[in-house]
């Protein structure tokens, strides 16, 4: 029976990013995803890259800053490998404040909207105005080119069968057990977001945190340049004019339902910001369920089981930490030094 060095149980942009870097180093590679890779948060998301002090939990800031910074290098390789688009933009973020906030991080600075965002109305409301240099990415093309690089670089995939159980023999992983069968590794990686916690022998304590958006067709491609984010909804423009509006942040458990009401009031936030959307049409409504973990904060590392790893609990971050995360989780499944300071998110927390 064929063996893999690593299996990697999801096949969302957390494990797919790190099946690319272990297959990158010479490991053979299999990612078991239950249902489609790349179907679930990673293809919800808003893919905002945002390593701002002001939002980020400090715990968390040098690696959601180091991610940042290797944005560039990593969308140009997956754009390079798969042939495909991942619309990474560096127009930057409008930031529209009720408070006056303490500018921590001097890369915020004040902005005149009428130049930065013409159509942008910011109310009495908003008692700051300030930008960011800050990226954006598509993360539905992202996660599509992740999956063709993986596919490229011969990780070999089994889809549309769940895990059930990591396999044991004297004490150490020896593999997965799935709905259908059962493959062979004696290194098996949970990268299974907010279903994490189900699969034994380590009850990870992620949960579902539900996200609902919107998207609509700007009237022209370039209505609005910058994201934007303000207290009652956050708008990211795409290339292509589409004009993604997001989101909530709700306990639900795993309910992917979107709720009228909810739509609404996030296409009416949408078009207080900016007037000129009256009209546009609205494409598509979805929700989709974040990792979240009892700390707001990843769990990355080995677990106490010998040849069990997870990398998981990545909540609203996940598409700006892929990068980061492929590069400690393989340093840590491949016995390197990770070169980051793990504690704060070691699996041993909830043990
Ligand atoms: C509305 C919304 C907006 C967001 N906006 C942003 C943003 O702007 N910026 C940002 O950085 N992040 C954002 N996020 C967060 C980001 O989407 C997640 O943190 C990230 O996608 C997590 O990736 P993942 O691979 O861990 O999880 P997922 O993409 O959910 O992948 C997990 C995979 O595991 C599979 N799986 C589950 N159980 C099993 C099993 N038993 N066996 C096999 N496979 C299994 C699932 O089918 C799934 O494909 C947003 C999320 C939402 C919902």
Redesign the pocket.
């Known amino acids: 029976m064929k063996t893999w060095d690593v299996i990697v149980?999801?096949?969302?942009?957390?494990?797919l990013s790190l099946a690319i870097s272990l297959r990158k180093r010479g490991a053979s590679v299999l990612v078991?995803?239950?249902?489609e890779?790349?179907?679930?948060?990673?293809?919800?998301?808003?893919?905002?890259?945002?390593d701002c002090p002001l939002e980020t939990s400090p715990a968390l800031q040098t690696l959601a800053t180091a991610s940042a910074r290797m944005y560039p290098e990593f969308a140009h390789e997956l754009e390079v490998e798969s042939g495909m688009k991942v619309d990474l933009r560096d127009q930057g973020t409008i930031l529209l404040l009720r408070d006056e906030q303490e500018q921590q991080g001097s890369d915020l600075v004040p902005v005149e909207l009428a130049a930065a965002e013409p159509e942008l109305s910011a109310t009495s409301h908003h008692t700051q105005v300030l930008f960011r240099k800050e990226r954006s990415v598509d993360?539905r093309a992202l996660t599509a080119a992740a999956l063709k690089t993986a596919k490229n670089r011969g990780v070999d995939f089994s889809s549309g069968d769940?895990?059930?159980a990591v396999n044991l023999s004297d004490d150490h992983v020896s593999g997965v057990t799935t709905a259908k069968t059962s493959f062979l590794a004696e290194k098996v990686v949970n990268?299974?977001?907010?279903?994490s916690g189900?699969?034994g022998p380590h009850t990870f304590p992620t949960h579902p945190v539900k996200?609902?958006?919107l998207c609509l067709a700007m009237p022209s491609r370039t209505l609005l340049k910058h994201v934007i984010r303000s207290p009652k909804a956050y708008l990211i423009p795409r290339s292509d004019g589409r004009l993604l509006v997001?989101?909530t942040v709700e306990e639900a458990g795993f309910d992917k339902r979107t709720v009228p009401e909810t739509i609404q009031k996030l296409h009416r936030a949408a078009l207080e910001l900016v007037p000129k959307l009256a009209d546009a049409k609205i494409l598509e409504d979805w929700?989709?369920?974040?990792?979240g973990t009892p700390d707001a904060l990843p769990i990355l590392g080995a677990t106490a089981t010998p040849g069990y790893y997870v990398a998981?609990g990545?909540?609203?971050?996940?598409?700006?930490?892929a990068p980061i995360t492929a590069e400690v989780m393989s340093a840590v499944i491949e016995g390197r030094n990770a070169e980051y300071d793990l504690s704060a998110f070691s699996p041993a927390r909830f043990a």
């Open positions: 149980v999801g096949g969302g942009i957390i494990g078991v995803e239950r249902g890779p790349g179907r679930e948060a990673s293809h919800a998301a808003g893919g905002m890259l945002v993360p769940p895990v059930t990268c299974a977001g907010a279903w189900q699969i996200g609902q958006m997001g989101a929700a989709g369920l974040r990792p998981t990545h909540f609203r971050d996940g598409i700006l930490l």
